[in-house]
């Protein structure tokens, strides 16, 4: 591969550099704001296709960049000189956007994370670490889920997001990067917009509750998720950073460990309800966050109930 990064510009302080690729949106913006606490110099590379600038910390420093664009993916890692980690969190999580246009979806997802990847082996970046999902599991009949169990993407996206995995793998086996896939589960926290295809029940609930309207549960409200706070996904990026004992293409789940039904949160969110039409959806999901506690020495702190009260503090309900 082309190697562009002979001379590496000098850091101005002693901080080392860290890239948050992704990181004007909701979890990267969390991301970057616990990076700079932990003391890195915190550099966000994102197009604002659904991030904002407002989200990212004062502290980083922003790259407008696309990573569909392999040009400008490589003159602003020449411009970060030497990075500790990579964290690839860009993408288009819309579930719904990659059936509709796979095509589009697919050039960031999996084209650029092929770039992140391949611009990250030639700036010699010491690990990368890929926000992949639990999506790649699709509907599965076992729980809790481990890292093992079958492979089903149920849409385009999930599919993505598997060979993204993949090519995590790939980068580590024949080029000898260090690479990690974290498999989140449905995250929450501040911040995260409620149209987007995550924003699942918690977002969507809180906004329809901030302006007074009933909650719309589609189906039963018997489909069960694994919520898990965006601070402890924070902290899981943060370990696998840190972690010797992986880099080698490892998937990992990180999830609560526990599950609660869409009826749950309604109840803990508490306004009146409505069932509205079922839609094609994973039916009961539940992490097993066992190899996340053995190689990350990491596991979820925040209950659903501490974590939805504080979400309600923070959205004035
Ligand atoms: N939120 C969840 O519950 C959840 C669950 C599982 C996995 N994930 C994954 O975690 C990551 C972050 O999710 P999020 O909820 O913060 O999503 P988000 O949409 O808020 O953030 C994605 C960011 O990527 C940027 N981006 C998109 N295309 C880009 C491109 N071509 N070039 C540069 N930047 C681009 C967007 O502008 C945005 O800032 C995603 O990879 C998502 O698939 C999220």
């Known amino acids: 591969m082309l190697n562009i990064f002979k ?42 296709v659904s991030g904002k600038k407002e989200n990212i910390p004062k502290e980083a420093i922003f790259h407008l960049c696309d990573i569909r664009h392999l040009k400008d993916l490589r003159k602003t890692f020449k411009k970060i000189g030497s990075v500790e980690c990579v964290f690839h969190l860009a993408a288009i999580p819309e579930i719904e956007l990659s059936k509709e246009n796979p095509f589009k979806t697919n050039e960031t997802n999996v084209t650029g994370t092929e770039y992140v990847l391949g611009v990250s082996y030639e700036a010699k970046v010491k690990k990368v670490i890929f926000s992949s999902s639990c999506a790649v599991y699709g509907n599965q009949g076992n729980l809790p889920i481990k890292e093992t169990a079958p492979l089903m993407p149920m849409n385009p996206y999930a599919f993505h997001k598997q060979i993204g995995e993949l090519y995590c793998i790939l980068y580590s086996q024949s080029c000898s990067l260090p690479t990690v896939s974290l498999r989140y589960f449905n995250v929450y926290g501040p911040n995260q917009p409620f149209k987007s295809a995550y924003s699942g029940a918690i977002s ?114």
Do not use: C
């Open 7 to 48: 001379k590496t510009p000098k850091n101005t302080n002693n901080k080392k550099n860290v890239v948050v690729v992704g990181g004007a949106g909701f979890i990267g913006s969390h991301l970057s704001l616990g990076l700079i606490k932990d003391g890195f110099n915190v550099h966000v590379i994102d197009n604002l």
């Open 204 to 317: 969507i609930f809180l906004n329809q509750a901030k302006n007074k309207q009933p909650l719309t549960i589609t189906g039963d409200g018997s489909q069960t998720r694994d919520f898990i706070n965006v601070q402890d996904v924070v902290r899981a990026n943060i370990a696998a950073m840190k972690s010797n004992l992986v880099g080698k293409g490892e998937v990992i789940n990180i999830g609560s460990g526990k599950e609660y039904s869409i009826n749950d949160i309604a109840s803990i969110i508490g306004s009146e309800k409505k069932h509205v039409q079922e839609r094609d959806e994973v039916k009961k999901s539940k992490a097993d966050i066992t190899k996340a506690k053995e190689l990350l020495k990491w596991e979820p702190t925040i209950t659903i109930n501490d974590g939805l009260t504080e979400l309600k503090k923070f959205n004035s309900l």
